[in-house]
């Protein structure tokens, strides 16, 4: 069996057929998917608005695969409802699994490293921000390519990597997202799905008690 794990879409009623397409070969592809939260953006839009938007045909493909959803910071649980059961077969907060001699420990990462959303909660009631925030990576992306991600979210996922060292038992590897930055690092027992956004996707991938984590670009 292989396990996907994808975070950070974003989707809102804005439907991308590109991402759209490349999010179908992803779920197609895999035996399981886990949802590490921001699969859909409260921020921007609302549950009713996005679960009649385009993006529903994604649903029964991602119900098939018996999927499992991680609540986020922009998909809290309190911005849906019971129709989240459109997408998955379970919805949680953290999810553990058993990886080998490892366990996984898998949770969005906001709860870890809380950005400025948690700090100001009226910021998530102003889309024009988040809009300002996601056009800021689209462009940083476009003029230096992935090292807009190390420059701008290197020390968010060193924050995770201490809390992998210093909070998790010494057999668990935490798997974050949140970010947007991938990363697959066992020495430090870490790994973050990274985002699919911007014509950029990256999501990690478990078969055969081996991890590893997947960065393309879609067209």
Known sequence: MNITIISDTHLSHHF??????????????????IINGDFWDGYLTTFDTFVSSPWKKLFPLLKKKKTLYIFGNHDKREYGDK?????????????????????????????????????????????FLTRIAQNYER?????????????????????????????????????????????????KRFANSGFINHGYGSYLRIEKDELSLVREQYE
């Not at 991308?16 to 399981?32: E, G, M, P």
């Not at 201490?162 to 697959?184: F, M, Q, W, Y």
């Open 16 to 33: 991308d057929v590109r991402k759209y397409n490349y999010l179908v070969s992803i779920i197609t592809s895999a035996d399981r998917v």
């Open 83 to 127: 129709r989240i059961r459109l997408f998955c077969t379970q919805a949680h907060r953290e999810i553990k699994l058993d990886f080998g001699r490892y366990q996984l420990h898998i949770e969005h990462g906001d709860r870890l490293v809380p950005l400025i959303d948690s700090y100001i909660p009226w910021v998530q009631r102003h889309a």
């Open 139 to 187: 462009v940083g992306l476009s003029v230096l390519g992935t090292r807009f991600l190390l420059l701008e979210y290197t020390k968010h996922n060193n924050r995770m990597k201490d809390c992998a060292r210093t909070s998790i038992p010494s057999n668990t590897i935490l798997i974050c997202g949140h970010s947007h930055l991938p990363e697959l690092s066992l020495t």
